[in-house]
């Protein structure tokens, strides 16, 4: 993965260089043009483009020896845009009479290091900027002029305007795409954070929340029981000769058995209450601000449902019913003693014959005196 980042930022680096050597090539020519129109001398134009293949080369080499990976920005963005500010600010000073071409410059310059730098790492390259400037024009501050003494010189200054104008307007429109790109990428990670999130406490086959999810289900009810007394319950659901359904008719149908059973639940169910497949054909529902005579009703209902449903459409002769175990959460006990209770219901249930619901004792320490309730079945 490093890899491939590196590599990536490398190639965007030599594309990068590409641009800004045209650009620089297109300046060249433009130096050239007023050479041929006597407002400055040939050498003038030959050390700007020898600067540009100099800077541009030194750090394309930078990039394919891999130096580059020895800073902390491999792209060396700052570095580009301080060695341009000053090679603009230099030829200010050595060609004042096309000064306005170099000044107008760094405003592509510092367009072009826009995305690539840090806040700090921009004001300190403003910063350098800015005193390059004050050099510049307290050397050649009176020898700057525009060149527009003949028509033709005047044809040059106004292609320098409409070059850069060009070029800011190709820059924009790049950083834009870059933008839109970042977008949609921080889009796209977005989904996928939240796909994982999902997984992480959703159960994939169910879509339901997962035993992780459940424990901190519970945690938060717990807390708002503390705080306020609000009453909950814990519902443990068991299927029923599920493990047939798997040894007879394969995986696939138990699957489809589960979803099933899942959408049962749910049509019983309120909003407010959390529905977890704990593991295998094992459920539990946290009905919330419900004391257990209300939630047995619901209950009840779940097993009627079950018991009544065409199971049979899953693999001939299915019969299926549902053991349910429930306890209400009780001052000064911890999550775990009453799942401990809600589960000794549940156990209960299935030694009273299955297909019902059952109370939890109000002690599960002795499970000789245990005293339940059966509702329904």
């Known amino acids: 993965m490093k890899q491939q980042r590196r590599e990536k930022i490398n190639l965007l680096t030599l594309r990068m260089l590409g641009r800004v050597a045209t650009s620089g090539l297109l300046d060249v020519l433009l130096l050239c043009g007023f050479v041929h129109a006597g407002v400055i001398h040939s050498h003038i134009a030959l050390l700007y483009g020898a600067s540009v293949v100099g800077i541009n080369g030194f750090f394309y080499l930078l990039v394919k020896s891999g130096l580059n990976r020895r800073f902390k920005d491999p792209s060396m963005t700052f570095w580009q845009l301080v060695t341009a500010v000053l090679q603009q600010a230099g030829f200010v000073i050595l060609a004042p009479q096309v000064g306005y071409l170099f000044l107008i410059n760094l405003f592509l310059v510092y367009t072009c290091g826009a995305l690539g730098l840090s806040t700090f790492l921009y004001v300190i390259s403003w910063l350098v900027g800015s005193l390059a400037l004050l050099l510049a024009f307290g050397l050649a501050g009176t020898h700057l002029s525009l060149p527009v003494a003949t028509y033709f010189s005047q044809l040059l200054v106004c292609a320098t305007f409409i070059l850069t104008l060009g070029r800011s307007i190709y820059l ?203 509702k329904g079945y």
């Open 172 to 374: 924009t429109n790049m950083l834009s795409r870059i933008r839109r790109r970042i977008t949609v990428k921080n889009h796209e990670l977005l989904l996928a954070m939240q796909r994982a999130r999902a997984l992480a406490t959703r159960d994939e086959l169910t879509n339901i929340e997962n035993r992780r999810s459940l424990m901190g289900i519970l945690a938060i009810e717990q807390k708002r029981f503390q705080r306020g007394g609000t009453p909950f319950c814990i519902a443990i659901l068991d299927l029923d000769g599920f493990k047939s359904v798997n040894d007879n008719f394969g995986h696939s149908a138990g699957d489809q058995v589960l979803k099933t059973f899942v959408e049962i639940v749910r049509n019983e169910m309120r909003l407010s209450d959390h529905f977890a497949r704990y593991g295998g054909d094992e459920f539990v529902l946290v009905l919330t601000d419900t004391t257990v005579e209300e939630g047995v009703t619901a209950l009840d209902r779940i097993c009627a449902g079950t018991e009544m449903f065409d199971w049979s459409k899953f693999g001939k002769g299915i019969v299926l019913t549902t053991s349910i175990g429930i306890t209400d959460f009780r001052a000064g006990e911890s999550v775990k003693e009453a799942f401990q209770r809600a589960d000794m219901a549940l156990y209960a249930a299935k030694a009273a014959g299955r297909n019902r619901v059952m109370i939890s004792p109000d002690s599960f320490d002795n499970n000789d005196g245990v005293t339940v309730t059966i």
